[in-house]
């Protein structure tokens, strides 16, 4: 009897004491497309160490282009994507720097 509680009472320490896999969030992939000469969704909430990929699917290319220099994609040819990972919080507006008027805007937690 006095066994069977220990092993019980070493199961119990061991199984709280262990940190299980949903206690650390994993990064989460989040997807941007680019299509009629437009970012969708303009804006994209996401948290610091995710990825985001931007999808060329219009006829020509474009780039994804962060004010101040946080991230830049070059030209995303079409049918081809672009990956950046995310590791600084803040809002980031950005635009496509051949055509100017494409404008969205990447929000890190």
């Known amino acids: 009897m006095y066994s069977l509680l220990l092993t019980a009472a070493g199961a119990l ?18 997807t941007v497309v680019i299509e009629g000469l437009q970012f969708s969704p303009q ?4 948290k610091a160490g995710d ?19 946080m991230f830049d994609s070059r030209k995303i ?5 672009w990956k950046y ?3 600084k919080t803040g809002v980031f507006p950005y635009a496509c720097s051949l055509h100017p008027t494409m404008l969205a805007t990447l929000r890190v937690e």
Do not use: C, Q
């Open 43 to 46: 804006v994209l909430t996401v």
């Open 51 to 69: 990825s985001v990929v931007w999808i060329n699917h219009d006829p020509f290319p474009h780039t994804a282009t962060a004010y101040g220099g």
């Open 13 to 30: 320490f061991f199984s709280s004491a262990t940190p299980t896999a949903a206690s650390t969030p994993k990064p989460a992939t989040h």
């Open 85 to 87: 990972t995310v590791r």
């Open 77 to 81: 040819a079409t049918g081809r994507s």
